[in-house]
């Protein structure tokens, strides 16, 4: 079993910054690509972020230069953090991994989101 334990989130004003942190804890061989999505009500959900084993990223172009993907393969943690943020980035955000698991192979897991409030 794999666990993506997410913590990070909570109410900021527009022009804030907030760190989100997932943790990724089971029988896990390895780790290739992780991610962040979002969900804001009503809305699909969509790729914020994403970076691969090698440490490429990619954004979507709504965060672009203000958003940060980082991870740390030491602690299978992926990180996100989230400057200048706006009312528009308010949604439920989940962690996302590819990943080798025991008894299981290579599939991909979700956290249980984490929400994110922008508002004055």
């Known amino acids: 079993q794999v666990q993506l334990v997410e913590s990070g989130g909570g109410l900021v004003q527009p022009g804030g910054s907030l760190r989100l942190s997932c943790a990724a804890s089971?029988?896990?061989?390895?780790?290739?690509?992780m991610g962040w999505y979002r969900q804001a009500p009503g809305k699909q959900r969509e790729l914020v972020a994403a970076?691969?084993?090698?440490?490429?990223?990619n954004y979507a172009d709504s965060v672009k230069g203000r958003f940060t993907i980082s991870r740390d393969n030491a602690k299978n943690t992926v990180y996100l953090q989230m400057n200048s943020l706006k009312p528009e980035d308010t949604a439920v955000y989940y962690c996302?991994?590819?990943?080798?698991?025991?008894?299981?192979?290579?599939?991909?897991?979700w956290g249980q989101g984490t929400q994110v409030t922008v508002s004055s």
């Open positions: 996302n991994i590819w990943a080798v698991v025991a008894a299981r192979g290579y599939g991909d897991y």
């Open positions: 089971g029988s896990i061989f390895s780790i290739n690509a």
């Open positions: 970076i691969t084993g090698g440490g490429s990223t």
